[in-house]
RNA sequence: GGGCGUGUGGCCUAGUGGAUAGGGCGAGAGGUUCCUAACCUCUCGACCGCGGGUUCGAAUCCCGCCACGCCCGCCA
């Protein structure tokens, strides 16, 4: 409803100012403080001033009177407040937001349009760490983000399988036994079991007796060749070790959860040819020059000082060459890309997307969300040096803290409710881990997290159980008033009885959910998601404090229209949290 | 050294040209015969890193400086 309004304030507003005979090009229409109670305001008057010779309040008085609100759905009022302009709709505005806010509230319409978001791709070299874990978490949440505004979405995880450390990795895991590791696979899965060949192997390359370190990277070398080369038993045997890995990696994520359509590997593109291509038509560029043996790309008339070594002195290719083919794939199979990178990819993002351009491709495709890290307060997390908090022991620890919390608080509930263990179980998961997802996702990826154990899993502060409550508590009032879901958002319930400054606020936050989802979309931030999330819950129990709904003494068309209120508050905050990937408890 | 990013009460954070900078944590005081107190109300607390500038108006834009992070591999 808010982006339909939207429309027609400033249709009207430019509208106003035509007949008024001034410039129409900046409509300065905003939100206006949580104070003033209108959806929303121009600041137009303040530019007009100086054109008109009036004072800004005078001009927004004229404004105001020479809108015209007959004609539109929605829009009912404009008037002047000092130098704004204030814009009101009408009942209909709430009736239709009301009877709108089903199931599907916040998806929008089909877009046409299929978009391939990249996500995690971490190396398939050990456990999942904190560390890593905003990329999943930022990736996921933008997926889903698309999907509701009408994207056709595909997820994948780009898999590094051709690069020095799987070659490593694959020599390390051939080279070493059981009995030369001296520690135990933190856990009984895959990946914690392998990447102790990975540690072994990089302590020994390190530390090594030089004439075995020579002859490991011989091997390791012929291993990186043989990839080159399309041999397919040198695949068999990296796959041996980079595919149980990934298995291992991607039990981590689903408990997130963090899920992908597909897992493409890069070697893909190099046994089909397309990197072979992208070399040959880099070496055409201009660009392109041969130094030390070596086949590079001097991007400096583009901004970039250093150059893109694209073939190695041995004939090999690199990861960027690589990843230049993965996304001209890309660019053929899907209308737009999106990619997650930590900021430590930020070069090689502009390295890639000025190269996709001199190889002329339509770079406006592709959207890379660059985020930063989440360190420890000593410092960065490093699977190599094994200083990482695996993404597991967080989840297992988040999970126990609310299991814990569940039950203390079990005891003095007011409610006589039955929660069983299962129940109990249940939330704990639902809390636990909505609590970390949140959150990381709550923030802006720019900023720096350091990770404590104590901030991450606070339960209260701004946090998702903080949200997931006030879902629970709409749940409870639904599933207490015993109605057909049906009837709930049915068309007979009288909007305009909900009139109370609580009753009005929540309808008005309810109708701005889809304009959430649109502008999160396009600008790709999530965290706009979960900041609408708290502004929600904050207007829910403001309407929960305030206004019964199953009391005896409510008159049975007001609990009518509050059920139906709290029937649609219930669907835009389980979507909201759906959208972040964050569950919502019916209970808790 | 160069490039990019970040800097908002003791701590965390929203806000990227317009209405007295919005929350949370913390500290203090209250609130439950009434749909879940993982809630709510009130109080305390901010020269929006520092200094200039542009503008009717700056946390927001520009310049300089400071601090922190990331990058500057024939690693990924």
Redesign the pocket.
């Known amino acids: 409803m808010f982006v339909e309004f939207r429309g027609e304030v400033e249709d009207a507003l430019a509208t106003a100012l035509s007949d008024l005979d001034l410039p129409t090009e900046d409509l300065?229409v905003?939100e206006?403080?949580?104070?003033?109670d209108?959806v929303l305001?121009s600041?137009a008057a303040?530019?007009l001033a100086g054109e008109v010779g009036a004072p800004p309040p005078e001009v927004a008085a004229d404004v105001a009177d020479a809108i015209d609100t007959d004609g539109y759905e929605y829009l009912a009022r404009a008037e002047a407040?000092?130098p704004?302009v204030?814009f009101h709709p009408g009942e209909a505005y709430f009736a239709d937001t009301l009877s709108s806010a089903g199931d599907d509230w916040g998806h929008l319409p089909d877009r046409g349009e299929s978009v391939v978001v990249e996500h995690t791709s971490a190396?398939p070299t050990g456990p999942v760490h904190v560390g890593r874990a905003r990329n999943p978490i930022v990736g996921d949440a933008l997926a889903r983000i698309l999907d509701y505004a009408g994207c056709d979405v595909e997820v994948h995880y780009y898999v590094?399988d051709a690069?020095?450390?799987v070659a490593i990795f694959t020599w390390a895991f051939e080279s070493f036994d059981e009995s030369d590791l001296d520690e135990d696979p933190a856990r009984d899965r895959a990946d914690y079991d392998l990447v102790r060949y990975y540690r072994k192997g990089n302590e020994f390359l390190e530390e090594g007796d030089p004439a075995a370190v020579e002859e490991a990277e011989d091997e390791i070398q012929a291993i990186m060749q043989g990839l080159g080369a399309g041999d397919e038993a040198t695949y068999e045997r990296t796959s041996a070790v980079v595919d149980p890995m990934l298995s291992g990696m991607g039990a981590s994520l689903e408990r997130l959860p963090a899920e992908f359509d597909e897992f493409v590997k890069e070697t893909r593109f190099m046994f089909d040819g397309s990197t072979d291509d992208v070399v040959e038509r880099l070496q055409d560029l201009e660009e392109a020059v041969y130094e030390?043996?070596?086949w590079q790309l001097d991007l400096s008339d583009r901004g970039i000082?250093?150059n893109l070594?694209f073939l190695?002195?041995?004939g090999t290719s690199?990861?960027p060459t690589r990843d230049l083919a993965h996304h001209e794939w890309k660019f053929a199979n899907f209308d737009r890309a999106v990619t997650v990178l930590g900021?430590?990819?930020?070069?090689?993002a502009d390295q890639l997307r000025t190269t996709l351009a001199l190889l002329g491709n339509d770079t406006d495709q592709l959207r890379q969300v660059i985020h930063?890290?989440v360190n420890l307060p000593e410092g960065?997390m490093s699977t190599r040096a094994g200083t990482a908090v695996n993404l597991d022991d967080l989840l297992d620890e988040a999970v126990d803290r609310?299991r814990e919390?569940?039950e203390n608080?079990l005891g003095?509930?007011?409610?006589e409710d039955d929660l069983d263990d299962e129940d109990v179980e249940r939330?704990a998961h639902q809390?636990g881990i909505g609590a970390v997802r949140y959150d990381i996702v709550a923030?802006?990826p720019?900023?720096?997290?350091t990770f404590e154990w104590e901030r991450a899993l606070d339960?209260?502060?701004?946090s998702a159980?903080?949200v997931q409550?006030a879902h629970?508590?709409a749940?409870?009032?639904v599933d207490?008033a015993d109605a057909d879901p049906a009837d709930l958002t049915a068309g007979d319930v009288d909007a305009a009885l909900l009139s109370t400054p609580e009753e009005r606020d929540l309808l008005r936050t309810i109708a701005r959910f889809p304009a959430v989802i649109k502008e999160a979309a396009e600008d790709l931030q999530p965290?706009?998601v979960a900041?609408y999330t708290?502004t929600f819950a904050?207007r829910f129990?403001?309407f929960?404090?305030e206004?019964?709904?199953?009391?005896e003494d409510v008159d049975p068309d007001l609990r009518a229209a509050r059920l139906a209120l709290v029937a649609a508050a219930r669907n835009t905050v389980a979507n909201a949290l759906n959208a972040l990937g964050v569950e919502a408890p019916e209970?808790?």
Do not use: W
């Open positions: 300065g905003e206006p403080p949580e104070d003033v209108a305001a600041s303040y530019r407040r000092g704004y204030n190396n590094n690069g020095r450390q030390d043996d070596a000082d250093k070594v190695r002195s041995d690199l990861y900021e430590d990819h930020k070069l090689q930063s890290y960065k609310a919390e569940v608080r003095d509930r007011i409610r939330i809390v923030k802006q720019t900023k720096a997290i339960f209260e502060a701004q159980p903080y409550y629970a508590r749940c409870g009032i207490r965290h706009v900041t708290r904050d129990n403001a929960y404090r206004c019964p709904v199953l009391s209970s808790m």
